[in-house]
């Protein structure tokens, strides 16, 4: 796989805008979800839960470029630079599944 400006038609980007809208509907579904499940915890909890959004998102984004980070010391770390309080145990909130992107593209939940 080439980088994108290995590609010949770098920097100019076609693309159609139809196979796209699918995965921005879901995109969108999801990202509501979130926030409404957010509105309704408390401040730890909400804490929790974007931890593990940023998280969820920090390795699968890694695993792009076939490096694999473990969720534990990627999650020390993002407490560490925004200040957040040390926690043990994952948020387990129903009907939430943290997978990303987080609102369910390309899996079957």
């Given at each position: 796989m080439n980088w994108n400006?290995?590609?010949p038609d770098w920097p100019n980007f076609t693309w159609d805008a139809g196979r796209l809208r699918r995965a921005e509907e879901l995109f969108l579904l999801g990202s509501g979800s979130f926030l409404g499940t957010a509105r309704h915890l408390g401040s730890g909890?909400?804490?929790q839960l974007t931890l593990e959004a940023i998280s969820s998102e920090a390795i699968t984004t890694s695993e792009?470029?076939?490096e694999i980070l473990d969720r534990a010391s990627v999650q020390a770390s993002i407490r560490k630079q925004l200040?957040?309080?040390t926690v043990s145990g994952a948020l387990d909130v129903p009907g939430v599944h943290?997978?990303?992107p987080y609102c369910g593209i390309g899996s079957n939940r």
């Open positions: 400006w290995q590609q909890e909400r804490e792009i470029e076939r200040g957040l309080a943290f997978e990303a």
